[in-house]
């Protein structure tokens, strides 16, 4: 169809791939640099996940923060959208967690069709509170332009079935028309653990589908860390529908090392090639990272398509302290891994991870490293910076760099952007040494910080030109996703009051926000779905009648105290009334206050307001100063998951005085409970479940004891009370 636009992008000489693309072969990572670009075809942009659509001159800052970009497009849609929207040709895709699929008009977000897959599976039935209340289609999908059919993974409970019996399948559907062109289940024992059959019912489909040499691949992890559960990739063959699995643990306890990454894709440098980052479980032990063993938690891995079709996994990196990560529920699989397009001459194929734990690793990628095998028995990486807040997500990058850098390089204007757990989104610049090592370096950071679960970035440019690049969030209050706001910055830092800074320019609020959203790039346009059904597309000239350039950011302000006054300032983008001013919180009592409002026409000076309403032509001005001042101190319950995960096993939760979501949380976080009034949150061996946690624990316990002693060695150190396994974190209470 002549509708259809492929990327067709030549790859940087640093970066593997295949010469030519065909039909069903999947889409190649994009050039940077001066090469014509259409689609968002899957998470991230491209198969790097780089997050960086090099094909946006209708993105730069002075468009963005022109007065006049804003909302465009708001949709609707049955269902919450955790998934990234894909962009395919004329038509935005999207899918719900109650297993609709929609294909909207890219430029009205007009619904052209939708499909609803089956039912959903209520996330009542395993317990777990993160995606609630239901849970279909999770993961962002892929759409593959050769042909025309873009692919979603959906959980649904089939009829005639209890809930109790979802099954996963991978639907293709033509993105013009919606029509359901192929339906394959995906289930079977993975073929290096034939014993271990999968079951959907512990399984979550979180990260974004990666397409490569006509099969697409899925990975799997768990419900709130729930065993039994394990790690899979699941390979399906587009052709000839054949279904492929292989399990990351995979040696006598075969269990756990979930594949999740906070909705990270799947990432490929070329045929063949996959590398993915695994979560809690029994980490390798210390060993070259090209004899990869059968038990690869926490751990970042290449995985490789053997002649057969059949996976392999070839090369891997995991921390020295693995056992400890995975002890304290400091998983290294809360992040994604994100390939650099050009690297260094002495290492031109990079890799960027990083997970709770803030430390942010730069690997190479034809030798990840293994495990302890430094000389010093530390971790043998490129470099190390950080550590900073935790990661759930991925970082973004833009490289003005086209070709590998030499040795002593520095001043460069290539970044990678990362965004840790309540942290500043931070400019890390990549330089070498003397020896042509590369190196990350914090050099910039945003002024105002975000919530728990906000997303992860993504850039838009005008091919490698540093001063039209964007760098775009999805940002959220905290895990509820209230507040939710999609911001832009100019990826250049910027001098402010003597500082480098990465500067917001423009920022429009979208409701609630989902867990660790990702926007979608596309023609001018960013799109974004959201927790509360809808599907927002923005873009100039915008239809708003009144815009604003940013929103206030306040800092954290005690109680009692106050900050400010700030000013938001709108600009008329037309003829408007503007009725009133006020100012409001979703917390009580309201802790803002508003001052003075002013008025200035255009060429003019600014005066007081006196009355409404107040009639505004274009390009005049209203300016409204607020005042932060906390009364009192609010809930603490968005803050519990942190609390748990920074190790507080003695804060205090009355039953009077809790919430759902410290409920939720706490059944997160295995061997943490919510006490009673004046008893421990975090007690070991306590179920917030009557029980359940701990029969399962106990149970996996005695598993891990048999599987020690067929070794004739245990590591476990007093595992009935308070010690921790090295082999697994179920070795507790």
């Not at 069903?24 to 670009?37: S, Y």
């Not at 245990?714 to 090295?726: A, I, M, Y």
Request: hydrophobic share 35%; net charge positive; aromatic share 6%.
């Amino acid at each position: 169809s002549a509708r259809r636009r492929h990327l067709l992008a030549p790859r940087p000489p640093a970066v593997r791939a295949p010469a030519a693309r065909r039909a069903g072969a999947g889409v190649l990572p994009p050039a940077p640099a001066g090469v014509a670009r259409a689609d968002e075809v899957t998470a991230s942009q491209d198969l790097l996940r780089t997050g960086w659509d090099p094909a946006e001159p209708g993105l730069s800052p002075s468009v963005v923060s022109g007065g006049t970009f804003g909302k465009l497009v708001s949709t609707p849609v049955n269902g919450k959208v955790y998934a990234q929207p894909i962009v395919a040709g004329p038509t935005v895709v999207v899918a719900t967690e109650n297993d609709y699929v929609y294909g909207l008009n890219a430029a009205s977000g007009a619904v052209k069709w939708s499909v609803s897959l089956g039912t959903p599976w209520p996330a009542s039935v395993e317990g777990c509170q993160i995606i609630v209340p239901n849970i279909g289609i999770t993961s962002t999908p892929v759409y593959d332009p050769g042909t025309g059919t873009v692919y979603v993974v959906a959980l649904t409970v089939p009829p005639g079935k209890p809930a109790t019996k979802p099954v996963f399948n991978l639907v293709g559907l033509d993105a013009q028309t919606g029509a359901v062109t192929e339906t394959v289940p995906i289930a079977g024992s993975p073929a290096n653990d034939p014993g271990r059959p999968f079951d959907a019912f512990t399984e979550l489909q979180r990260v974004g589908l990666l397409l490569m040499g006509g099969s697409v691949y899925a990975a799997f992890a768990s419900h709130c860390d729930d065993s039994p559960y394990a790690g899979y990739v699941a390979k399906v063959d587009v052709a000839t529908k054949a279904l492929t699995l292989w399990s990351d643990e995979a040696g006598l306890t075969d269990t756990m090392g979930g594949i999740w990454q906070s909705g990270g894709g799947l990432m490929s440098d070329g045929p063949g090639r996959i590398f993915f980052t695994s979560g809690n479980g029994v980490s390798p032990a210390p060993g070259k990272g090209t004899s990869p063993p059968p038990e690869l938690a926490e751990s970042v891995v290449r995985l490789a398509v053997q002649t057969g079709g059949g996976l392999a996994a070839q090369d891997f990196f995991s921390p020295a302290n693995a056992p400890a990560l995975d002890a304290a529920d400091t998983d290294f699989g809360s992040g994604a891994p994100v390939g650099l397009p050009v690297g260094s001459a002495a290492f031109p194929h990079l890799l960027v991870q990083a997970g709770k734990d803030g430390r942010v690793f730069v690997l190479n990628r034809d030798n990840l490293g293994g495990r302890k095998q430094a000389a010093s028995g530390g971790d043998a990486v490129v470099s190390e910076a950080g550590p900073f807040r935790g990661l759930w997500g991925h970082p973004a990058v833009f490289e003005a760099s086209t070709a590998p850098l030499p040795a002593s390089s520095t001043g460069l204007q290539d970044y990678v952007y990362y965004l840790g757990r309540t942290d500043n989104l931070r400019a890390l610049q990549l330089k070498t040494d003397s020896s042509g090592r590369p190196i990350l370096t914090d050099v910039a950071n945003s002024s105002g910080t975000f919530g728990y679960t906000s997303g992860s970035p993504v850039v838009t440019s005008n091919g490698t030109d540093a001063s039209s690049a964007v760098v775009w969030v999805e940002g959220v209050s905290d895990g509820t996703g209230a507040g939710g706001t999609l911001y832009a910055f100019d990826a250049v830092p910027q001098t402010v009051n003597g500082a480098l800074q990465l500067k917001q320019i423009w920022s429009a609020p979208i409701g609630t926000g989902s867990n660790f959203a990702i926007p979608a790039t596309d023609s001018g346009r960013v799109y974004v779905g959201t927790r509360d059904g809808h599907v927002l597309g923005f873009g100039s000239p915008s239809a708003s009648p009144l815009t604003a350039g940013s929103a206030i950011n306040f800092p954290p302000t005690a109680v009692g105290g106050s900050a400010g006054p700030q000013t938001l300032t709108v600009t008329a983008s037309r003829s408007v009334t503007v009725t009133g001013v006020t100012v409001g919180s979703t917390t009580s009592p309201d802790p803002f206050t508003l001052g003075q409002v002013t008025e200035t026409p255009s060429g003019g000076t600014a005066g007081p307001v006196t009355s409404f309403p107040v009639s505004l032509s274009l390009g005049e001005q209203l300016g409204a100063p607020g005042t932060l001042g906390p009364p009192t101190a609010g809930r603490l319950d968005s803050y519990v998951d942190q609390l748990h995960v920074d190790g507080g096993p003695d804060v205090k939760c009355d039953k009077e005085n809790r919430a759902r979501h410290s409920n939720s949380v706490v059944h997160k976080h295995p061997g943490h409970s919510t006490s009673g009034r004046g008893a421990p949150c975090g007690r070991p061996g306590v179920s917030p479940r009557r029980g359940r946690r701990t029969r399962r624990a106990s149970t996996h316990l005695r598993r891990l004891s048999r599987a020690a002693a067929k070794r004739k060695r245990t590591r476990c150190q007093n595992p009935c009370s308070t010690g921790w396994c090295e082999s697994s974190r179920r070795g507790r209470g």
